[in-house]
């Protein structure tokens, strides 16, 4: 069974152009936000958490080498 993608602004269903592979607006829209994602992710700040976390492991592989 083929599930259309609704139309983003109408909501309206927008049937693909293949069949089985979604319309390249559709794929060019789907990329964008994710690449919006995945730069709103490396621009956030390192929880404090985190941090004493990878200070911790830092600070044992420092005692192992010595």
């Not at 990878?54 to 192992?64: F, H, S």
Request: hydrophobic fraction near 30%; proline fraction near 8%.
């Amino acid at each position: 069974m083929r599930q259309d993608v609704p139309h983003e602004r109408h909501g309206t269903a927008e049937p693909d152009d293949e069949g089985g592979e979604l319309a390249p607006r559709i794929q060019r829209l789907i990329g964008e936000r994710l690449r919006q994602h995945y730069d709103d992710l490396v621009q956030a700040p390192i929880p404090d958490t985190i941090m004493l976390l990878l200070a911790q492991l830092e600070a044992k592989e420092t005692e192992g080498r010595q």
